[in-house]
């Protein structure tokens, strides 16, 4: 299961012309602007003529409100991901952590 990336990351041009973002200490970008992150890569895909790719779970796709994220995959590589907000007004339980009694 993915993790939320915690760092910064930075925008790169792979060499099969893809638009993806790396793991780097000075970079300009974390969780607190994500939003710009996906907005300066959508724009530098555009600029650069390059695939820019956001992992969407399947069928979510044409869902509005998809809350853009920096997840962890494999070998802890950062990658953007655009995932459905959670709504806690249908019903759904919501879990609360343990409250002390005595």
Do not use: C
Not at 48 to 73: R, S, Y
Not at 93 to 101: I, Y
Request: positive net charge; charged residues 20%; glycine residues 12%.
């Amino acid at each position: 299961m993915a993790k939320i990336f915690n760092g910064n990351v930075s925008i790169f041009k792979s060499g099969t012309n893809k638009i993806y973002i790396g793991a780097e200490p000075e970079g300009a970008f974390n969780m607190g602007n994500v939003t710009e992150l996906v907005a300066k890569m959508t724009e530098l895909g555009k600029q650069h003529k390059a695939e820019v790719n956001f992992f969407i779970p399947q069928g979510k796709a044409t869902d509005k409100g998809l809350n853009p994220v920096i997840l962890t995959g494999r070998g802890g590589k950062p990658y953007v991901a655009l995932l459905p907000a959670k709504n806690t007004a249908d019903g759904a339980a919501v879990k609360s952590g343990p409250t002390k009694l005595l």
